[in-house]
């Protein structure tokens, strides 16, 4: 298998992925969910949590945070809406209790990255 999914993610200031990846693990309902090649097309309201890409050996290569969102699958393209992405290497876990701080309003998500980074470093 190779990389046949093409990953979209935007925010509303603007485009902030476009990569091909081998499986996309959203944060959706009480699990996750997995978007695989030729999955059939969907449209979901994702959750605050870690968005994983996986290698073909099903390991992780890259970590986001997401801050909630819709997904839209179809033809091999997931596409991404959320209010905001935050790549895992560029987030501590003072730096996201921090953010808890400064930004109240966003205690959802960044107690999400804080529980995450708490359970999975």
């Not at 993610?9 to 699990?31: D, S």
């Not at 099903?58 to 992405?85: E, M, P, Q, W």
């Amino acid at each position: 298998m190779a990389e046949n999914i093409t990953l979209k993610i935007f925010t509303p200031e603007k485009t902030a992925l476009i990569r091909k990846v081998y499986r996309v693990v959203l944060p959706y309902g009480k699990t996750d969910l997995t978007i695989i090649e030729d999955r059939a097309p969907t449209s979901l309201i994702l959750h605050d949590g870690a968005m994983h890409i996986l290698n073909e050996d099903n390991s992780i290569a890259d970590t986001y945070f997401l801050d909630d969102g819709v997904v839209d699958v179809a033809n091999n393209v997931c596409k991404i809406s959320t209010r905001h992405i935050i790549h895992r290497s560029k987030i501590s876990l003072q730096r996201a209790r921090e953010l808890l701080a400064e930004e109240p309003q966003n205690a959802s998500y960044y107690n999400s990255i804080i529980n995450y980074l708490e359970n999975f470093g």
